[in-house]
């Protein structure tokens, strides 16, 4: 499959730091570990660094380990001979094979099952290694970087990430901060995706009214560069008269900032919490889910207008 291979778009001092990082370390052979939430661009890096390697005329492979059966992923990665299990019809390379001269990408490395990270370690270490039900031993040439949307320690602390396949991995580790920590990559990344989609739509590129640009910078982007990149479609299908006005976001982005917090505070949490925390979190999804309308969110919640309002100033909840 033929994808477009995004070019890494950044502007904040740690996105800087991570492009000369990529620079210096992309022309060895040094294997990568790049750790970061869902969406900040682990998938962009790891093609940036076979992008500028030596090894860019060849193959980039990419193996999902956490959307991959787990069943299947030791012959996707080793290849196989036909008969070697029921269904193997017929000889199939597999993904090191694929890779040979390239790179291999892990992504999501601590869904790997724990004995073939184990063998993983083994082809690194020896280079080696021998598609299942034969007897052949084939080379392995390929450089490997892997992903972890999992903060490392933990996903050693839980079993799901071997510590010695970690350490062979780590020679250099990438962490990518989430989008909420270098807002200033914000305004490229939306001039980057606004032209992006406004070209795929055959549309001329629509102007972002200073208020939307406020509530994109201002929003805590949970899920990233990939939801800021979904955020911008929507708005470039729905811009009228060339302009992107607050009405053409997601709601989630139109809500003040005092609402969004209650999305995320509104997520089930453990343990007990104060009668106070539970009422001030149901006025907030209240008015959330009303898009701030305080007669609707007061009827939601079955009190009256004034007691809503008295409730929200005792909880400071600003609107
Ligand atoms: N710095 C960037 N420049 C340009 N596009 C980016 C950048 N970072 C992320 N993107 C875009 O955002 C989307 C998500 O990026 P990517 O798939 O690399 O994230 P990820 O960290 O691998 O996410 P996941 O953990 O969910 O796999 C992609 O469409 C990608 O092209
Ligand atoms: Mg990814």
């Given at each position: ?14 996105m ?13 052979d ?46 996707e ?47 690194l270490?020896?280079?080696e ?23 490392i ?5 839980e079993?799901r ?15 990518v ?41 201002d ?6 560069v ?7 479609e ?23 900032a ?17 009668l ?44």
């Amino acid at each position: 499959m033929a994808e477009a291979r995004p070019t890494l778009i950044f502007k904040s001092k740690p996105m800087q730091e991570i492009d000369e990082l990529i620079n210096a370390m992309a022309p060895s052979d040094a294997n990568a570990l790049i750790v970061g939430e869902s969406g900040v661009g682990k998938e962009v890096i790891a093609n940036a660094i076979h992008a500028r390697s030596r090894r860019a005329e060849k193959p980039m492979v990419k193996l999902n380990c956490a959307a991959f059966p787990q069943t299947m992923i030791e012959g996707e990665l080793f290849g196989y001979v036909k008969g070697a299990f029921t269904g193997a019809m017929h000889d199939f390379p597999g993904m090191i094979a694929a890779a040979d001269g390239g790179t291999l990408f892990l992504d999501e490395i601590s869904d790997m099952p724990a004995e073939l990270q184990t063998r993983f370690l083994r082809v690194l270490q020896e280079r080696e290694y021998r598609p299942l039900g034969s007897t052949q031993t084939m080379k392995a040439d390929f450089r490997a970087i892997a992903s972890s949307n999992r903060p490392i320690p933990q996903a050693i602390a839980e079993n799901r990430l071997r510590s010695d396949l970690y350490y062979r991995l780590n020679t250099f580790q990438i962490e990518v901060p989430p989008l909420r920590k270098r807002k200033q990559d914000i305004p490229v990344l939306i001039a980057a995706f606004v032209r992006q989609f406004a070209q795929q739509l055959g549309k001329p590129e629509p102007d972002i009214a200073p208020e939307a640009f406020q509530k994109l910078l201002d929003y805590s982007w949970p899920g990233n560069v990939r939801e800021l990149q979904n955020a911008i479609e929507y708005a470039v299908v729905l811009a009228r008269q060339g302009m992107i006005g607050v009405k053409e976001l997601p709601t989630e982005i139109q809500l003040p900032a005092a609402l969004q917090q209650a999305e995320i505070a509104g997520k089930p949490r453990s343990g007990v919490q104060s009668l106070d925390d539970v009422e001030r979190t149901a006025i907030i999804q209240a008015l959330a889910e009303c898009h701030g309308n305080k007669k609707k969110a007061a009827e939601l919640l079955g009190i009256q207008r004034p007691t809503l309002y008295n409730k929200m100033k005792r909880y400071a909840i600003q609107l």
